[in-house]
């Protein structure tokens, strides 16, 4: 509800760097346009640090002031149940502070690695799996840091796929974040380099036309987004990914599967669809990660396999993600399909498909010699 800011101009709601010098940070201010239940207000003004909030205009006025289940809401503001950890949880789910070579780098597949740019953000999501250091200062890499992980990638040249991610890189200014891009491009094994951003849902007035162009300079880029709800996909956000995607860059939207906020198959397919229109390839439904006081955010394994179940065949298989569970204490992601096979024997394979009809394969046997 942009009308709850009526005296900013457009010309600063519609300035990236107004809304993150206007992030809603306090209690006080987040109570006089939305209707904060008892429970929102008391962990809003936790002390807490591994608990650190904030919330750009843009995203608070997604926010529904008079409904605490509202999706945008639950991602947003914190809530009580963030502060009672659960048996299964961790500060660093993923292990991803292990398979750390140097402090900025996670490098735990062959071909891959990530690279922490920035531990800032434009609203900080309640179920982060790296809630741990986002938010506060230390969380941002020095520049000796950064060195050290560009000094990294450059020596290990099976990396070839290096994924900026964060916090949230395009937290960064333009000049440091082309800059560190640049580096990065000027390595010759680096084939692909992946930006990981909220912006397009969270601010996408960051998406400006001069950051575009620049873009365009370093192609070919993947960007991967997280939009994680319908609620998300406003104008605005379809003419940030329209600019990416104009300039050049390969868009992905990786959703994290969240209770009772996107739980929805038909929601998800609805925006899927409106992914695809901005020429953003759902990549990932990710299943929530045990981070420490999330549990009131994971949803059965089932969740996801019924959301996959209601995308595959009904609707353009563009628009059907992997859905993903990353291995607590750092196996890496592995896939999740429903079971469309019934049995098998011999050469013939029995399949149920996507309207429950069942079909049969039989394999070609290389023909027998007489
Ligand atoms: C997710 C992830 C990647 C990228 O995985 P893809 O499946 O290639 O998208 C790379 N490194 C780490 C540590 C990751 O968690
Ligand atoms: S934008 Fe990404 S890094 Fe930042 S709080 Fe959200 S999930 Fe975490």
Redesign the pocket.
């Known amino acids: 509800m942009r009308r709850r800011w009526p005296q900013v101009p457009a010309r600063q709601w519609n300035d990236w760097r107004w809304q993150l010098a206007h992030q809603v940070r306090g209690a006080s201010e987040l109570d006089r346009f939305v209707h904060l239940t008892q429970d929102e207000r008391l962990a809003c003004s936790e002390k807490d640090p591994a608990f650190g909030w904030a919330i750009s205009p843009y995203y608070a006025s997604l926010i529904d002031p008079d409904d605490p289940t509202d999706p945008v809401r639950r991602q947003a503001i914190p809530t009580g149940a963030e502060l009672v950890p659960h048996p299964e949880e961790s500060a660093d789910p ?1 292990a ?1 502070d292990e ?1 750390s070579p140097v402090k900025a780098i ?4 062959p071909d ?3 690279l922490y740019a920035t531990g800032t953000c434009a609203m900080y999501c309640r179920h982060c799996n790296r809630r741990r250091k986002v938010g506060s200062p230390a969380s941002s890499p020095s520049g000796a840091e950064l060195k050290a992980a560009l000094t990294y990638l450059r020596a290990h040249s099976e990396i070839r ?1 290096v ?1 900026v991610s964060g916090g949230d890189p395009l937290s960064l200014p333009d000049a440091r974040l082309i800059a560190l891009l640049s580096d990065l491009r000027a390595v010759p094994h680096l084939e692909i380099v ?1 930006i990981a951003t909220r912006y397009p849902a969270t601010l996408p007035q960051r998406i400006t036309g001069t950051l575009a162009s620049r873009l365009r300079a370093l192609a070919p880029l993947y960007v ?1 987004t997280q939009f994680n709800h319908l609620k998300e996909c406003t104008p605005e956000a379809a003419r940030a990914l329209d600019r990416l995607a104009d300039a050049g860059c390969v868009l992905g939207n990786q959703m994290v599967l969240l209770r009772g906020i996107n739980e929805d198959p038909q929601m998800v397919k609805a925006m899927n669809r409106w992914l695809l229109l901005h020429r953003c390839r759902p ?2 439904i990710f299943q929530c990660d045990p981070a420490l006081g999330t549990a009131h955010f994971r949803t059965p394994i089932e969740s996801g396999l019924e959301i996959l179940r209601a995308l595959i065949g009904w609707t353009s298989g563009l628009a059907v993600p992997h859905y ?1 569970v ?1 291995l607590p204490g ?1 196996g ?2 592995v896939p999740l399909v429903p079971e469309y096979l019934i049995s098998h024997q011999g050469h013939s394979w029995m399949f149920r498909n996507y309207a429950g009809r069942q079909f049969t394969y039989v394999e070609g046997a290389p023909a027998k010699r007489r």
């Open positions: 993923l991803e398979h996670t490098h735990r597949y891959r690695a990530v796929d994924i992946r991967n990549y990932y993903v990353d750092g890496g992601k």
